[in-house]
Structures are given as C-alpha cells and as structure tokens.
C-alpha cells in the first residue's frame, strides 16, 4: 500500500545509547520531514529534506542527525539518547508542488530510560 | 517559537453542532493546512488553502483565510461523534524552503 512507513513501532532505550528511526515512502515525494510531539506541545520540526542529497534544521535539531541518500528513505537517528528525547516520532512526505498536503506515517513511540 | 497559535486549546460541543478553531501565525505564507489527529494515531490532511485564495470548502470543513490579520479558522459543520480528535493548523511559511511549522492544536470532543 502507498505511504509512509516507520519503524520500529515502539522502542525503549537506555541513556546513551543510539538508534535510527526508519522512515521511507513509496510515492516519490521530494519532500521528506522528521516531527516529534509531546503533550502540550503539538508537533515540532526537527529536520526536513527537499530532495535526495539535501537536508536542513527544524526547529529542534540538536540530538538528531538526518541523510537523505535516496528520495524513498530519510532516517533520523540519536546520536546518544537522553530522557528529553522521549516522545513520539513522526516522518511525513510530500509532493514538492505546494498545492499538497503532508502524508504521515503512523509513529514511533520512543522512551529513554 | 512555533509559528501557529491555535484557540481554543479544547472545545466540547453536542453532536450536530457547528465547531469552530482558530490559528494565527506570524509570518508570509505560501499556504495554510490543517490536519486532524485521532488519538493515538498519526496525522490525516484535511484541507490546504494558498495565500491568495480567502475561503475553501470540502465536504463539511470551511477554511477561511485572513492574509491581512494573518489568521485563519476551520469550521466543521453539523458535527459528529466521530469528529472527537485534534485539530492542528500548520503554516508553509514563503521563503522557508519547504518546512511546515505546526501550532500547539485543538482538542475537540463531540459529545452523542
């Protein structure tokens, strides 16, 4: 089925460690985003991408590292996972025309022990 | 800062009823979007409404865009239990380079 897909679905992870979050699309979206939402706090961008190749800050990059090697995939991975990063994850993509609305996936909930 | 502001936080209304949300936002834009949030689950686009266009309808959602007061609201008419989710704003804002900023959204609950 077209979408966007992540995994995992749920993860637990320690203090310090790392992890990717997997996020890819079938739709051939140039534009590619990585959100987190925490309860009172809607949704903030953390990176974005427009295209294969090019990737830039959201609003709360720090912690996170993005690539985009291919227009299908855009993986968000901590670096080294605190408590503050406990949240739920969503990727999103787009048609580079902005006449159209962002397809989500449907989350990561991640906690940080 | 988060470029849309959403009011009400929450909204309780009876079915049938009309419920409206509001979101300002601070800066250009190319185009305005809203979204809705079951619980739980990831976001649906509802509707998307550009800079120089003032009202769009799709079913029972009305958007209407105020460009000059840099707000907008979404109005869904004659509403249903099934309408209970979060309603979020999110502005493509001109000169941004493809990012999409969300408000803080609207809770609605549509009591049977």
């Known amino acids: ?113 | 800062s988060q470029q849309g502001e959403e009011d009400p936080q929450a909204l309780s209304i009876q079915e049938g009823e009309n419920a409206t949300m509001n979101c300002s936002y601070k800066t250009s834009i190319n185009n305005l979007q809203w979204y809705r949030q079951n619980s739980g689950r990831g976001l649906v686009h509802l509707i998307l409404i550009r800079s120089n266009e003032r009202e769009k309808h799709s079913g029972r959602l009305r958007v209407t865009l105020d460009t000059s007061k840099k707000s907008s609201s979404l109005l869904i008419t004659a509403s249903r239990a099934a309408d209970t989710a979060s309603y979020f704003c999110a502005t493509d804002a001109r000169n941004q380079g493809g990012k999409l900023i969300f408000g803080q959204g609207t809770e609605l609950s549509v009591k049977p």
Not at chain 1, 33 to 42: L, V
Not at chain 1, 87 to 96: D, E, K, L, N, T
Request: hydrophobic fraction near 30%; include cysteine.
């Open chain 1, 1 to 113: 089925n077209a979408g966007v897909t992540q995994t995992p679905k749920f993860q637990v992870l320690k203090t310090g460690q790392s992890m990717t979050l997997q996020c890819a699309q079938d739709m051939n979206h140039e534009y590619m985003s990585w959100y987190r939402q925490d309860p009172g706090m809607g949704l903030r961008l953390i990176h974005y991408s427009v295209g294969a190749g090019i990737t830039d800050q959201g609003e709360v990059p720090n912690g996170y590292n993005v690539s985009r090697s291919t227009t299908e995939d855009f993986p968000l991975r901590l670096l080294s996972a605190a408590p503050s990063q406990t949240s739920v994850y969503f990727c999103a993509s787009s048609y580079q025309d902005r006449g159209y609305g962002y397809t989500f996936g449907s989350g990561t909930r991640l906690t940080v022990v």
